[in-house]
Nanobody, 124 residues
Framework: QVQLVESGGGLVQAGASLTLSCAAS????????IGWCRQVPGKEREVVAA????????YYSDSVKGRFIISRDNAKNTAFLQMNSLKPEDTAIYYC?????????????????WGQGTQVTVSS
């Protein structure tokens, strides 16, 4: 099993940067695909960035491509989401998730383990 704890959310102005961290416990983190997902009230949770177990493959949704960077440090059981040029439409609860797969997972249904989420609010 993998337990995930996100941190780094907050309130920022449009154009600012923010980096989210995901601290994982459990022995399978380094063998798991990791994703960052977000959800706003009334909408489905979506995968915005994903990374394979060894960091060799990446996925970004069109809405964040070119602005967000996902990374991981398997030695420290930690994953990151660097968010640049933030927009008000990026406002959401951001979740870290782990999938029992070595390839990237681009759909929320593929993820078995979820953190509690961290709020990101971008003001205009």
């Amino acid at each position: 099993q993998v337990q995930l704890v996100e941190s780094g959310g907050g309130l920022v102005q449009a154009g600012a940067s923010l980096t989210l961290s995901c601290a994982a416990s459990g022995s399978t983190f380094s063998h798991s695909a990791i994703g960052w997902c977000r959800q706003v009230p009334g909408k489905e949770r979506e995968v915005v960035a994903a990374i394979s177990w060894n960091g060799g493959s990446f996925y970004y949704s069109d809405s964040v491509k070119g602005r967000f960077i996902i990374s991981r440090d398997n030695a420290k059981n930690t994953a990151f989401l660097q968010m640049n040029s933030l927009k008000p439409e990026d406002t959401a609860i951001y979740y870290c998730a782990a999938a029992p797969s070595q390839v990237i997972a681009t759909r929320t249904i593929q993820y078995d383990y979820w953190g509690q989420g961290t709020q990101v609010t971008v003001s205009s």
